[in-house]
């Protein structure tokens, strides 16, 4: 009898770098039955770096909907810094229509002589509402206009006519190189105008300036080297109008093509002493196969699938160490900007049930976990990751709870995941040094297999500010199937506390706080909620309190037992009363 672990590799996301075969679980390794969690509120480990500060999605013209306005300001209003917001689609043509993996700017047109005008209606929309909400765009400039199509594309590029889709142009002439490359820079040179004069040279020297999405694989119909060319006509175009504009690449997949296209890309730019402000790339924590079933709906996965932590970490080790095969690279931000448990984000648990985990608790502690492995990474190098993008956002016309990659399901429901940023919001400037006895160590990564175990891990913090003392606790498991009926006891000790008196604050992430699923479920998953019902929900939605503030008094220590289920995460903050 096959078993799934008999299974071939189920969770390369085609990457070359995950080498061992998917496997769920070890069913028969023990739980983490008690952890001893220790902080130093004097140990200052210098300022703590904060890659979740991003996001992005495919269908940029849900930027400017009601629901996506209202998504970016939810997040503005408890963001303790700005975000970095990169949509897809800026230069393709089309209606300002968003389609599932699908967008359109509209922003270049030629008239009859073929001279360029530009339309920036949607642009000034997007970015409207981007820096309304008090973001910074990541200005992804991409992909071909329609005018710009090269004649080659249309002879060979492969389409079958269909009802349910556009045209060859949606379905892949964008991707071809601009058959002008000096037009092509006057674009570029017209959007960064039009931006400075909009929003003014204090906001737009927060923006960064990238060329392509995923160059290595479909999104590029061309060669290596026309990318090079591109780049420089690109960074040479930003750099007219902003001297100082932040611009950078190649934006590649995490895999083996992504890496090999990423030296060559860095080669180039040292070859021809090109503009480089920070180096991209992405990775993925999971392609389900098949990603989609076509069972009966509400059927479970024929096999049990989960996002791998370890895969991520593979992936971002050594696209670290490719820019730090060149020096004048290796101090600049790595901008990981798609970093995401699995793909595609337009998929759901209708079409797969391993999606489920894009709903629950499930989601937000695997990020708090990733982000602090991403932390424990940059201490291991000299290239840092800067920003870790989840890409995730909202999507239109979906069902309750679809399963979807989102903050938000339908009538703009806040789902688990967004607590997630919610606690990290909640985290000081300064990191203290925190340790736990029952983590993961990642610094071997070849050592260990696809999933990450349960853990018990932690991060701390402090606000210079007024301070208060910030803990993330999390318990987690890289495998959203694994089920315990009891929770881990967590002790907790923070050491060099001034004696006094401090308020306890502590909120929750699990399956029974900070969880708009739960709630739902517990109405009957209702597909028609009533008003009354949606007010349930919403009720419910936010980042919870496990109990009231409560007053403690220390004398140097401080120390509480946690019961953390699986999986959850808790959130202390001390603040000196």
């Known amino acids: 009898m096959t078993t799934e672990t008999d299974l071939p590799d189920q969770n390369s996301s085609r990457s070359g770098v995950q080498e061992v075969p998917y496997t769920p679980s070890d069913p028969a390794a023990p739980h983490v039955r008690r952890a001893r969690v220790t902080v130093d509120a004097t140990g200052d480990r210098g300022v703590l770096d904060r ?10 013209n849900w930027t400017y909907t009601p629901q996506g306005r209202r998504t970016l300001q939810t997040i503005g209003e408890f963001a303790e810094t700005p975000y970095h917001v990169r949509p897809h689609y800026v230069f393709n043509s089309g209606t300002g229509l968003g389609l599932p993996h699908w967008g359109s700017g509209n922003v270049y047109h030629e008239d009859a002589d073929g001279n360029p005008f530009y339309d920036f209606t949607i642009a000034d929309q997007t970015y409207d509402t981007i820096v309304a909400a008090g973001h910074h765009p990541l200005v992804e400039l991409a992909f071909t206009p329609l005018a710009l199509v090269p004649d080659e594309a249309k ?30 820079g006057g674009l570029v040179a017209a959007l960064a105008q039009h931006c400075l004069d909009r929003y003014g040279e204090e906001e737009v020297s927060g923006w960064l300036w990238e060329l392509w999405n995923e160059p290595d694989i479909f999104y590029w119909r061309g060669t290596p080297e026309q990318f090079h060319d591109l780049y420089a006509v690109t960074a040479a175009a930003v750099r007219s109008v902003l001297p100082t504009g932040r611009v950078g690449g190649p ?57 791998s932590t370890t895969k991520m970490l593979r992936e971002l080790d050594r696209m670290l160490a490719v820019m730090e095969e060149f020096p004048a690279y290796a101090g600049l931000p790595a901008i990981v900007d798609e970093c995401d448990a699995s793909v595609p984000a337009h ?8 999606f489920g985990y894009r709903n629950t608790e499930y989601y937000p502690v695997f990020q708090a976990k990733l982000m602090k492995k991403v932390l424990d990474l940059n201490e291991r190098h000299t290239a840092k990751v ?54 993961v160590e990642t610094a071997e990564l070849g050592a260990l297999g696809n999933g990450l175990g349960e853990e018990v891990d932690v991060i701390a913090s402090r606000n210079s500010a007024d301070g208060s003392l910030a803990v993330l606790v999390w318990r987690h498991a890289d495998d959203q199937y694994l089920e315990d009926g009891e929770p881990t006891t967590v002790e907790l000790e923070i050491s060099g506390l001034d004696a006094g008196e401090w308020t306890l604050e502590h909120w929750r992430i699990d399956r029974h706080h900070s969880n708009s699923h739960t709630i739902w479920q517990d109405l009957g998953a209702p597909q028609d909620p009533t008003p009354e019902q949606l007010a349930t929900i919403r009720d419910r939605q936010g980042l919870e309190r496990v109990a009231e503030d409560t007053k403690v008094t220390v004398d140097g220590l401080w120390t509480a037992e946690l019961e953390l289920p699986l999986p959850s995460l808790s959130v202390i903050v001390l603040r000196e009363a």
């Not at 934006?251 to 730019?269: I, N, P, S, W």
């Not at 998929?347 to 391993?354: E, K, L």
């Open 386 to 439: 800067r920003e870790a993008t989840t890409w995730s956002f909202s999507m239109e016309g979906e069902r309750y709870f679809e399963g979807t990659r989102s903050f938000v399901t339908a009538s703009g429901l806040e789902k688990p995941l967004m607590n997630a940023y919610r606690a990290f919001a909640k985290l000081g400037d300064r990191r203290l040094a925190a340790s736990s006895d029952a983590l």
């Open 155 to 184: 002879k060979e590029f492969p389409f079958e006519p269909s009802p349910t889709q556009y045209s060859e142009y949606e379905a892949g002439w964008w991707s071809y190189p601009p058959k002008d490359y000096d037009k092509w």
């Open 51 to 60: 890659p979740w500060a991003s996001l992005g999605y495919d269908e940029i």
């Open 251 to 307: 934006t590649v997949t995490g895999g083996d093509k992504g890496v090999e296209f990423m030296r060559g890309f860095l080669q180039a730019c040292s070859d021809r002493d090109l503009p480089l402000d920070f180096v991209s790339f992405h990775t993925k924590g999971s392609a389900f196969s098949p990603w989609r079933v076509y069972g009966p709906i509400g059927a479970p996965a024929p096999v049990r699938q989960s996002p």
């Open 347 to 354: 998929w759901g648990v209708y079409d797969n049930a391993n």
